[in-house]
């Protein structure tokens, strides 16, 4: 079984992932020739490390030697973490000082000339990691441990379905009653369709939330027809097209090219209120999203489209409404899922020993749901005090 420090480090280096990618992030570097290349090899590098650990978890067990380089290779993904928040840290502090600037001259100045987020040494402490992760990945073959996976599309989880246990979900109700606004039809929109994205790092919860909205009862009140639909990075206008014509009960043969399913699917929409969900969006190409798009406006106006997605770029190209940005857990809601994986049902105050360890580890998700139903998943089932401490640090 996957110790909870091997978890902790997938978490950890899927979120940095994220981090680097993102619209926000690529702002703050934009203009520093050299940051912005040491950020690019340091992506290539964690999906490296994060290839490795499947194998070291299993082989640390009898490996003292892959145990103590699992150790620095946590120490190394915490400090890569603790930068980029001392990075994106000074980036405000500097946005909110240039706010207070009392001339239109020295605002100017202070965004363009003293804007630099790679002082105080980040830049070193940059090269510092990517020295220490490029060292622990040379030691790989020594060690004798493998790469279980290449390439980015490990990072791409399984497809999801529309199914949710709503027992296993906390601290959404208000972020789901204002979603559903947007979706009651009293709420009238100027556009045809709403194109909703729900936008948010891996881990968050974006699809459990849309799971969440997808089978509240309101909505089979308020649409004729609903479809669920995993996109993915590879899935094309075909495949899409073909799923939601499926999803709301019209039967596909398999000789139907895409004109001839699209125009099925624009007659099956016509004057209907559809509410369609494209869980998992990933491509940034808006000719093949026209493409997908164009039997949808045959519906009825105030339709509407969830689109849920970790990349910004992606909402840029489908969105016509504001962009919804899901928040992490409280670290109250973080501990109630924790909790309710790890003490198996039973209440976690008959295990007075485990409850700081417990809140020690809700912390390190850092509010994120997926990474408090994994660990607690990891620790169900073994009440130990000792067993949590050794796994935990």
């Known amino acids: 079984m996957a110790m909870v420090g091997e978890a902790f480090l997938s978490a950890s280096i899927e979120v940095l992932l994220d981090r680097i990618v993102s619209g926000d992030f690529l702002r703050l570097i934009q203009g520093k020739k050299h940051e912005a290349v040491l ?9 490296s490390v994060k ?30 973490e603790d ?30 000339s003293s804007f630099n987020p790679f002082k105080d040494g980040m830049q070193s402490k940059l090269e510092e990691i990517l020295e220490r992760l490029d060292y622990l990945l040379n030691q790989k073959q020594v060690l004798g441990l493998k790469e279980s996976y290449k390439g980015e599309k490990a990072f791409q989880r399984t ?11 906390c601290g959404r109700d208000d972020e789901r009653e204002e979603l559903m606004k947007l979706l009651d039809p009293q709420n009238l929109s100027e556009n045809q369709i709403d194109v909703i994205p729900i936008v948010g790092m891996g881990g968050l919860g974006k699809t459990t939330f849309a799971q969440l909205i997808y089978n509240d009862p309101r909505v089979d009140k308020w649409f004729d027809r609903k479809a669920w639909v995993c996109v993915s990075e590879e899935s094309d206008a075909f495949k899409v097209t073909k799923t939601i ?36 969006v990933w491509n940034k190409n808006y000719f093949h999203w026209k493409e997908l798009a164009s039997p949808f406006t045959s519906g009825a106006k105030n339709s509407k489209i969830i689109v849920t997605t970790r990349d910004e770029n992606v909402t840029a190209i489908m969105r016509n409404i ?43 998700c850092g509010g994120l ?4 139903k ?8 073994k009440p130990d005090a000792d067993e949590w401490k050794k796994k935990f640090t």
Request: with cysteine; glycine share 4%; charged share 30%.
């Open 322 to 364: 504001p962009t919804y940005h899901l928040n992490v857990l409280s670290d109250d809601d973080c501990w109630k899922l924790f909790a309710k994986h790890a003490f198996d049902g039973s209440s976690p105050t008959k295990h007075s020993d485990l409850m700081a360890i417990g809140e020690a580890i809700v912390k390190r």
């Open 245 to 280: 014509l499926e999803e709301i009960k019209c039967s596909c043969d398999g000789n139907q090219n895409l004109n001839q399913l699209q125009l099925k699917l624009k007659e099956q929409l016509s004057g209907k209120k559809y509410l369609f969900i494209l869980d998992d």
């Open 39 to 47: 950020l690019k090899k340091l992506k290539p590098t964690l999906m």
């Open 83 to 112: 930068l980029l928040d001392e990075i994106s840290t000074e980036a405000l502090r500097k946005k909110i000082k240039s706010e207070y600037q009392t001339t239109p001259m020295k605002q100017f100045s202070s965004v363009f």
């Open 374 to 381: 994994a660990l607690g998943g990891l620790l169900r089932c």
């Open 369 to 372: 749901p997926l990474a408090a």
């Open 51 to 80: 290839a490795v650990l499947d194998d070291a978890e299993n082989k640390q067990i009898t490996n003292p030697n892959v145990k103590s380089w699992t150790d620095e290779l946590k120490d190394a993904v915490y400090d890569a």
């Open 159 to 169: 497809p999801a379905t529309s199914l949710v246990d709503e027992s296993d979900v």
